[in-house]
């Protein structure tokens, strides 16, 4: 599948200015015409997370299915779970177009989307439709940009969407929305985590995780700072991390100058470093989700090894067609066979030291 996508698919899809090719993919995904691949029930890449049993490690990143569109053909991909949003209270267009960009000699994308989605009501009466579905579908939440009260957004947030998520992750690390990364300094973080949790334990019915997910771009100072906040705040997880500011790896030149932040493999090693830095920080009982520029098996065991529970992706997808997720599960299944490790959580934290000792690149 994916051999015939870098034949065909790609090369039309990438005939398409990059906003609309990933607005047919969605369409593509919702027609059903995009075969799935078929379930693998392997014990040994089950991984137990904030107490949900994920099938396998690899999951969607928020980004893809901004408006929880297609969060099932995501899963019969083979992806362990998927990630919708980010969903923000009031609907909002984003930012000016163009703003995405690809970097093909660098397998990367820059945007500066600025959470355009549909708000909340329309992506919960989705969720709702398909509430009785297996599979892990969670929830990233945003604020709006012109919100007066960003706090009191995640708490909508929380409370809209309590019945059908899986998970929540609060978002306020997006490098497109003015102001939106103040958030992760530790006052207004201490304000958000007290208020998002609250409003998360006060709902009836199923206690739902609540993961953070933070910039690659935070100093050492910094990383301290919210590993200090989380201890004081009963949070579920982490997610590291989003996109960056920086243009730092990068091998070709054009698009390079575009503003945004850029995902995909030069992510790779900025990401993973602050990982395992944060898993140095946090300890090891707090579940980490690992995200930059996964694309392969390697790159996956790669991320658990410096401190991942669980990874996602995304840009790679773009790349490599709908087809990757199904070849990185298997490709995992078939290596921790080829090592007699029977379970893949046994490979996290194995590089974590490695991993931390490394500075972050410019």
Request: proline share 6%; with cysteine.
């Amino acid at each position: 599948m994916n051999r015939l996508f870098q034949a065909i698919g790609r090369k039309v899809l990438f005939s398409f200015d990059p906003e609309d090719a990933h607005g047919l993919s969605i369409k593509a995904l919702k027609s059903g015409i995009v075969p799935g691949c078929a379930p693998l029930n392997d014990p040994a890449l089950r991984v137990t997370v904030a107490g949900l049993s994920f099938p396998n490690p690899l999951g969607m990143a928020a980004g893809y299915d901004k408006n929880a569109e297609v969060p099932d053909a995501l899963l019969k991909l083979g992806f362990g779970f998927a990630e919708v949003g980010t969903l923000t209270p009031l609907p909002q267009s984003g930012n000016p177009k163009p703003r995405i960009f690809r970097l093909i000699e660098d397998r990367a994308v820059i945007n500066r989307l600025g959470f355009n989605n549909e708000g909340h009501d329309p992506a919960f009466q989705r969720l709702t439709e398909r509430r009785k579905h297996a599979g892990i579908v969670g929830v990233n939440i945003g604020a709006n940009k012109d919100s007066t009260d960003r706090i009191a957004d995640y708490v909508a947030g929380i409370r809209k969407f309590q019945s059908v998520a899986s998970y929540f992750t609060v978002n306020i690390s997006s490098p497109n929305t003015p102001g939106l990364r103040d958030l992760q300094a530790r006052e207004s973080l201490r304000e958000l985590l007290g208020k998002v949790l609250e409003a998360r334990d006060a709902q009836k019915g199923v206690h739902r995780p609540v993961f953070l997910k933070i910039a690659p771009d935070l100093p050492e100072a910094s990383l301290d700072d919210i590993a200090a906040e989380i201890a004081l705040h009963p949070l579920d997880g982490l997610i590291i991390s989003n996109t960056t500011l920086s243009r730092s790896g990068l091998e070709g030149t054009k698009n390079a100058r575009e503003t945004g932040g850029l995902s995909g493999a030069p992510l790779f090693n900025r990401s993973t470093i602050v990982l395992a830095k944060m898993r140095q920080r946090v300890g090891s009982d707090l579940p980490l989700i690992g995200v930059g520029g996964v694309d392969s098996a390697a790159t996956a065991i790669a991320k658990i090894r410096a401190g991942a529970d669980l990874v996602q992706l995304y840009t790679s997808m773009i790349y490599a067609g709908p087809g990757l997720a199904g070849d990185i599960v298997k490709d995992l299944s078939a290596r921790l066979k080829r090592d007699r490790i029977t379970t893949i959580a046994a490979l996290r934290d194995c590089d974590v030291n490695e991993w931390a000792g490394e500075p972050l690149p410019a």
